[in-house]
């Protein structure tokens, strides 16, 4: 019987296979087979073409008055969009911020440039109903505050909570200024 030798110096490499081939192949036309049907799913999940035209809206704001809210249909949610008066910028601009369940300088609420617009998210963060314009009181009918009949928060002419169950101030949602008469939410 012989034996090998022990000095004897083989380098045994795998031998690439028929086999090993067919299963890399076969992996291979899987997971293009998977990911085309997994394909309809994943883009079933992006948004409708409705819901995309809804995403952003513009408003011509030449028409509105100073003094004067107008509401808005963004998302399916109402949007007032208030052209303020001198005295309602300088009235709300005189609140102290302790003053204020929520505290938020009307700076911070509008535009820098375009202080006499207010635009803001017509739903009361409390329970989610549409406060009245020009109500309440903090700018009652003739500067222009607003009154959730609901459950009774107070909303002043810069749409911060002042008095009543909400938590927070309305919400100002994404805008910007396409011109100095015209405005894109969202």
Same mark, same amino acid.
């Not at 019987?1 to 490499?13: A, E, R």
């Not at 992006?46 to 809210?69: K, R, Y």
């Given at each position: ?96 911020? %302790? ?53 009774? %928060? ?33």
């Amino acid at each position: 019987m012989s034996h090998p030798s022990k000095n004897t110096t083989s380098s045994i490499q795998p031998e690439t296979t028929r086999r090993d081939f067919m299963v890399l192949a076969g992996s291979a036309l899987a997971g293009v087979g998977a990911a085309s049907v997994a394909w309809p799913f994943v883009s079933s999940m992006n948004p409708a073409a409705d819901v995309l035209a809804l995403s952003s809206i513009e408003v011509d704001l030449a028409p509105i008055q100073p003094g004067q809210t107008i509401k808005v249909k963004w998302r399916g949610v109402p949007v007032f969009i208030r052209h303020r008066t001198p005295d309602n910028i300088k009235e709300a601009r005189n609140v102290p911020l %302790s003053d204020l369940p929520d505290p938020q300088a009307d700076e911070d609420r509008v535009q820098k440039g375009h202080e006499q617009w207010l635009i803001m998210v017509g739903v009361c963060t409390h329970l989610g109903c549409i406060p009245l314009s020009g109500a309440g009181d903090y700018g009652g009918a003739e500067h222009g505050g607003w009154f959730c009949p609901c459950h009774g %928060s107070h909303y002043d002419t810069a749409g911060r909570i002042r008095k009543g169950p909400a938590p927070k101030n309305l919400v100002v949602p994404q805008y910007a200024f396409l011109s100095d008469n015209r405005v894109k939410i969202g």
